[in-house]
């Protein structure tokens, strides 16, 4: 059965790209029924209408109130049915609202080995911290930023050389391979969150979530 998932940005949306290209894959349940954007100008909209996915933009600025935006949001979402909601580059802060109505079927991905580096300017700080390793992580969200139940993270090794821009590019590639990996999981019905954290077949994940390592 078709698992209808919502994508959310504000952005490039490459990651959502990466989502639309394994959504063709033999055999991936995972079916995209919709794009929002907060930003009329995201470029991620053009990856959406060229893969003849339905985009809707909802302009958080049109709304007097993070409550009033988020509440908008979340019938705009649920118009298509989501089993699952997908947050890729989506740049707001959601209300604790917004996080319980989806508990369980929301996820983020984040450039850094959570829970190092919530917020922004990841890179530079894995650099300027002088981080043998880097990544980027999977996980369910909760009220907490960047804080809810890890599913999968990639971790790669820093390299002396390193600048923001070329770790920043090398996290982005391995975002591209992950993300696609935790939405299949959850469409085939592999992936919940329990009590205690994330489940995959059954079984509790790490606290980092399943590792990858490049
Ligand atoms: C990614 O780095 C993701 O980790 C962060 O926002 C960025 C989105 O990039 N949450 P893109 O729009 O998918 O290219």
Redesign the pocket.
């Known amino acids: 059965m078709a698992c209808n998932v919502v994508v959310l940005?504000s952005?490039?949306?490459?990651?959502?790209q990466a989502l639309i290209d394994s959504a063709a894959d033999d055999g991936n349940p995972a079916r995209i029924a919709a794009v929002i954007s907060n930003r009329a100008d995201a470029y991620?909209l053009q990856r959406a209408q060229n893969a003849g996915i339905a985009t809707v933009v909802l302009d958080h600025k049109q709304f007097d109130s993070r409550e009033a935006f988020d509440a908008a949001l979340i019938q705009a979402i649920d118009a298509h049915r989501p089993d699952l909601v997908v947050l890729?580059?989506f740049m707001r802060i959601l209300t604790g609202d917004f996080v319980r109505h989806y508990q369980g079927r929301l996820l983020?991905?984040?450039?850094s080995l959570l829970p190092r580096y919530k917020g922004l300017h990841t890179h530079q700080r894995a650099l300027e911290a002088g981080d043998a390793e880097h990544g980027?992580s999977v996980h369910f969200v909760t009220e907490e930023l960047d804080g809810g139940p890890l599913v999968v993270q990639a971790v790669l090794p820093v390299a002396a050389g390193d600048t923001i821009e070329t770790l920043a590019q090398r996290v982005?590639a391995e975002?591209h391979r992950i993300y696609p990996l935790a939405v299949r999981w959850f469409a085939e019905g592999r992936l919940r969150l329990g009590a205690q954290g994330a489940m995959l077949d059954g079984q509790p994940l790490p606290a980092s979530g399943h590792l990858i390592r490049t």
């Open positions: 940005i952005g490039s949306g490459s990651n959502l991620g890729a580059g983020n991905i984040h450039p980027c982005h975002e």
